[in-house]
Antibody
Framework: QVQLVQSGAEVKKPGASVKVSCKASGYTFTSYGISWVRQAPGQGLEWMGWISAYNGNTNYAQKLQGRVTMTTDTSTSTAYMELRSLRSDDTAVYYC?????????????WGQGTLVTVSS | DIVMTQTPLSSPVTLGQPASISCRSSQSLVHSDGNTYLSWLQQRPGQPPRLLIYKISNRFSGVPDRFSGSGAGTDFTLKISRVEAEDVGVYYCMQATQFPQTFGQGTKVEIK
């Protein structure tokens, strides 16, 4: 069965960087892209970007351009999301997600979420 | 960016009664490939979102048939035929026709 398992919670100071991992299993990793979505406390969902696990192509939300980098390691079927120059409003639960099937462009499978807290 | 607007933002419902959530997009969600990439997600408290419906009206694996989606172009609806206690949570519509993918604000479904 498809599983996405994320790394654990992080506490960072303003200005620092965080790197969240998302280990995939149960499918051919390079057959699907991975999206990252975040959710600030008590708020809605915000799409951060997408990476193709096939060729590494990326598409980032404009508001995060220059601060976010998404990568994959096909040898370990793991996707990574790095966010730099952290601010207090980056405090959120970060999710990785995958489409339910080829061509559906939805988020059928989700990681469990990683809480990133930015605080001095 | 395509703006997704949901109504209502809160929906108190009686167990066993129907519920309906509307989602309107700021522009047509019909993709050049002919598909409409509109999906619905449910988020129970403390959990990741869960896919209910994709491409307007297709139920994802394991989703009860009391959930149904409909609509076209810019207007879409999620219906729950008979609300059960486990349906409490926040429901989001999401478009993936155009980058960036965008979500509605969320509709909180609670039991009266």
């Amino acid at each position: 069965q498809v599983q996405l398992v994320q790394s654990g919670a992080e506490v960072k100071k303003p200005g620092a960087s965080v790197k969240v991992s998302c280990k995939a299993s149960g499918y051919t990793f390079t057959s699907y892209g991975i999206s990252w979505v975040r959710q600030a406390p008590g708020q809605g969902l915000e799409w951060m970007g997408w990476i193709s696990a096939y060729n590494g192509n990326t598409n980032y939300a404009q508001k995060l351009q220059g601060r976010v980098t998404m990568t994959t390691d096909t040898s370990t079927s793991t996707a990574y999301m790095e966010l730099r120059s952290l601010r207090s409003d980056d405090t959120a639960v970060y999710y990785c997600a995958r489409a339910s099937a080829a061509g559906t462009r939805d988020f059928g499978y989700w990681g469990q979420g990683t809480l990133v807290t930015v605080s001095s | 960016d395509i703006v997704m607007t949901q109504t209502p933002l809160s929906s108190p419902v009686t167990l066993g009664q129907p519920a309906s959530i509307s989602c309107r997009s700021s522009q047509s969600l019909v993709h050049s490939d002919g598909n409409t990439y509109l999906s619905w997600l449910q988020q129970r408290p403390g959990q990741p979102p869960r896919l209910l419906i994709y491409k307007i009206s297709n139920r994802f694996s394991g989703v009860p048939d009391r959930f149904s989606g409909s609509g076209a172009g810019t207007d879409f609806t999620l219906k729950i035929s008979r609300v059960e206690a486990e349906d409490v949570g926040v429901y989001y519509c999401m478009q993936a026709t155009q980058f960036p993918q965008t979500f509605g604000q969320g509709t909180k479904v609670e039991i009266k």
